[in-house]
């Protein structure tokens, strides 16, 4: 017998359940997949580590996240993401100009117009202006502002996790932490903050109120307004556990899918309004090894900047290549790289084979860094495939251009579905849920911290040094 159930050991579940636990509730969790830690995926490769999810911490104040890597004396690294520049051709970018570029239009995202548009179409007027009154001479080259456009439109997509900055509405909720937004965990991996949550960090013993099973699909949650009745939980392969409650955290990709088959009786209206509300986009990466490190040192971040003409003769093939808007080298690994795309680029990208994705890979990076630097052959190769994992269907969340349209979407799939007395049975969690900080895990350690809390006595809560 189980006082909670969690479904799904991501930074929700793991956060909702270790609160629980500490407080002196029994919980199970019960996991799909065959490792901790959701959408959040550190990775032993080369030298190393590498992340084929959640990348850093974003922002420091207030972070549930940061706070607990501080607390446990783990050491965190800020990562310069101010990029170089690399053309078509082979040449050298303007880095400054790129750099302001960007940073021009990230600002513009927090100084939103009146009435909502789609994004992309509001940064690019706002660009424009901008350019027109500080370097004008660049307008004369439309081939140059048509690429730069599209530049700017990817490193948005890669943010958001969407196909075109026009998916996403000026009207977010997204609010920033204060703070540095690129906090590195480097070789410690952000598997660290699973180690902290359930108490294995620096040999800890774990947390004995809490039990985890991995392998576990949920294939159903059986509900009732009877007060009296239990909530029972069923798995794929046929094993079933009660409790007084459930905690769902897996993503809104999977509700998606599968919530009518999940959950009975069927969820309420208002819950699945809210399901097919809110929208969660695809980021992936393409992770290369090699058997040194051949890039500038200077930088971590390498912008690529298409010239038009070129551009066009690789879309005539290999769309999803001209779509890579540069790569990074992660700080958990010197002799890595990582490749970024988004939206349907990265689902394309998930469908096809190791040998082509190497191939075409290595083209782009020498086409845009071979000019003055031999670039060995890659020796080993890791990729994300977030939209096809049958456990996640997606990345993150965003906030549609139809989001406004419907402003409780979050707060809707947030709130507890209690019996008949008022007792909650099931409640959900996960970085969907949370209102301004979607998107990232502080938002969903946060969000399991939430769900925990209603489940609590107001006198434990008031001792709790989580909550």
Known sequence: MYDTIVVGLGASGASAASTLARSGKRVL????????GGRVCTV??????????????????????????????????????????????????????????????LEVCEDP?????????????RLLDYIKGKYPDLLKDQDYITELLAFLDLVIDNYEAT???????????????????????????????FEILLNTYNNGTGLPNLEYKLNKEVTQINWSQDPSKKVTVTCKDGSSYTAENVIVTVSIGVLKERHSQIFSPTLPPIKIKSIQTI???????????FPYSWWPKNSSFFGF??????????????????????????LGCDKAITLWTSGDAGKTIETLPDEVIKK?????????????TTVPDP?????????????????????????????????????????????????????????????????????????????????????????
């Open 29 to 36: 969790v019960l996991e799909a997949q065959n490792r901790v």
């Open 44 to 105: 032993p490769f080369g030298d190393g580590v590498v992340e084929l999810g959640a990348e850093w911490i974003h922002g420091q104040r207030p972070s549930s996240v940061y706070d607990l890597a501080i607390q446990n004396n783990v050491p965190v690294i800020s990562q310069d993401i101010s990029m170089d520049v690399y053309l078509s051709d082979g040449s050298k970018g303007d880095r400054d100009l790129i750099n302001e570029l960007v940073a021009f239009a």
């Open 113 to 125: 117009p009146k009435e909502a548009q789609p994004l992309g179409q509001y940064i690019t007027s």
């Open 163 to 193: 196909t075109s900055w026009n998916d996403v509405t000026t009207e977010s909720k997204y609010r920033e932490l204060d703070g540095d937004q690129h906090i590195s965990w480097h070789r410690n991996g952000y598997k660290t903050l």
């Open 279 to 289: 929208s969660i986009g695809v980021m992936d990466k393409i992770i290369l090894l």
């Open 305 to 330: 900047l298409w010239r038009k003409s070129e551009k066009k003769m690789i879309e005539e093939d290999d769309r999803w290549v001209t779509q890579i808007f540069g790569m990074s080298t992660p």
């Open 360 to 372: 075409k890979s290595m083209e782009l990076i020498r086409r845009f860094m071979g000019a003055n």
């Open 379 to 467: 020796i080993d190769m890791i990729r994300s495939s977030w939209y096809t994992n049958p456990y996640t269907r997606g990345s993150y969340t965003y906030d549609h251009v139809a989001s406004p349209l419907h402003p409780t979407a979050r707060a809707d799939l947030a709130q507890p579905i209690t019996d008949a007395a008022g007792a909650p049975r099931i409640l959900f969690a996960g970085e969907a849920t949370d209102p301004s900080h979607f998107s990232t895990v502080h938002g969903a350690v946060d969000s399991g911290r939430r769900v925990a809390a209603i489940l609590m006595p107001k006198s434990i809560i008031s001792s709790c040094p989580y909550l």
